[in-house]
């Protein structure tokens, strides 16, 4: 379901996005409802990340726990 919104945006983004959607061959909507998922999809990997970085901080790498794998990382001869 699609919803029509208003929205307050500076006049020189605006033109940005108006040259850059026409570029494109994009109506201005189209742009800006791909670039909010853009945006969505780098804040949910940020989000990632951090929960990441934040379970490893908590419990890091012991020696010698995915040597098991290092069979399985063979690329061959260069």
């Not at 996005?17 to 804040?43: H, K, Y």
């Not at 934040?54 to 061959?76: H, K, M, N, S």
């Amino acid at each position: 379901m699609i919803k029509t919104i208003q929205m307050t945006i500076d006049e020189s983004l605006l033109e940005e996005v108006d040259s850059t959607s026409a570029e494109l061959g994009m109506n201005r909507s189209a742009f800006i409802r791909e670039a909010l998922r853009q945006a969505m999809e780098r804040f949910r990997t940020v989000e990632l990340e951090r929960k990441h970085a934040t379970g490893y901080a908590r419990r890091p790498v012991e020696p010698g726990e995915f040597d098991v794998w290092e069979a399985e990382q063979a690329w061959g001869k260069a």
